[in-house]
């Protein structure tokens, strides 16, 4: 998938190990090897225990619908979706994240709160953002 | 020492106002604030406001030297933050007289450039890849959560607009005033489902300013300060901790009732700040008025309305009233024109309010318990 006019986020020191990794098209999260919890978005330190003693993991990618709105006013780039979901999921790890739903027409009722997700990629210009679909695989 | 509001005052219009700059929107605030209190710059020693064009051309611009400032700048809460803060340098000596402005030209925006959020931002590589297109899409987020947690409905969440409305239908300075339905709001346009138009606050054009100072400094009846507290959680709306209780609107409130040594009976007038209909539901269970998934049909019910048990966002609030983009300040006008007696939809015997205000989307609070007498 490519989307050149979506806005394309620039990667920083803390956080590109977890850009890296989408691009290999591992989702990755920080895990603290003291409190063994893991956490987003990257930080030096775990916010759970103030540990520095972390690391980067790879997340198996699945997660679950935490809640959502469905945009009617497209944002820049998004012009030809239609309405779309911003969405914010939870990883089976445990933490959350924003992204979109795809692979599955955006209405309320395909769409129930806690549905199973996978994630998958989308590349913009140099950067792949992680996106989620349903766990079954696309529905449309 | 016993700190009060000694002057309090909005812009002489409110909405659409192209003709007037940000800092115009300031001044005209502040000056009509210093008549209110019926004081002149020179009394004033202290300046806080947030924003453009910030608070050294503010006390520049009216000829203030200024012994303390304040530039915290946490979002639409920032007012309540810079009336406590300026309680507390004023107990500490550091000034005596305290001037809080804002203005914005929210709607025209004359003066007003928007902040750059960059790509390389925190939101700029986590939020803002998804379409997020301002608060109408972020602030609204977590309400679907709430709705499936608490059995919320869609109806019950129009209603908090509905009620807000009967308050400005008394309000003539309100920029909405037609009574509404619940099929009216359902009807309007869809923004960000769940959110209809008429369920999202207004975006207009307006400033208001507040003078703070000691009970022997005041000269006309002030509006006491019994209590203040503030907190904040997350900078970016999805990494709130649970999207059905904001952590920042129980901390401020919590410390505001506990300094003010009151309990929920004693409160006569609340305010909450109102960017999206859901956020009253979120105040009222927060600040512990009501227990959770409470709130949508204590609304429903009517007992914010007017005759109601709990009179709340009497002036209409963001959702009728106005709503410049830091709303914070406009909800605690509405308070001391309430306590002082004055207001345009006036509850009777109006002692103690409450004022919560938030800052971004729950990432910042602020709470503030006002009297219209010392205790």
Redesign the interface.
Known sequence: MTASH???????PE?QPFWDGTAEGLLRIQRCSACSRHY??PRPACPHCGSDDVTWVTSCGRATL??????????P??EQ?G??A???VELEEGV?????IVGVEIM?ENLP?DMELRVVFEQ?GDVH?PLFEPAGGPNR | MNIVIAGAAETDELGKLPHMSTAQLHLQAARNALADAGMTKDDIDGVATVGVPGPIQIAHALGIAPAWLDGTGVGGSSFLFHVRHAAAAIRAGMCTTVLITHGESGRSRVGAPRPALGPDSLIGQFELPYGVLGPPTMFTLTALRYMKETGLTHEQLAEVAVAQRRWAHRNPRAMYQDMITVEDVLASRMVAYPFHLLECCLVTDGGGALIVTTEERARRSPVHLLGSGESAESPIISQMEDFTTSAAFRRSGEAAFAEAGISHDDVDHLMIYDAFAHVPIYGLEDLGFVKRGEAGPFIAEGHTSPGGRLPLNTNGGGLSYTHTGMYGMFAIQESVRQLRGEAAAQVPDAEVSVVLGNGGMFASAATLVLAGHRP
């Open positions: 979506k806005p394309v986020p620039k990667p920083t956080t987003f978005y935490y809640s959502y709105v469905i945009s009617h006013r497209p944002a780039g998004f979706e309405p779309y911003i969405a914010v959350r994240m924003m992204t979109n309320p709160l913009r953002v």
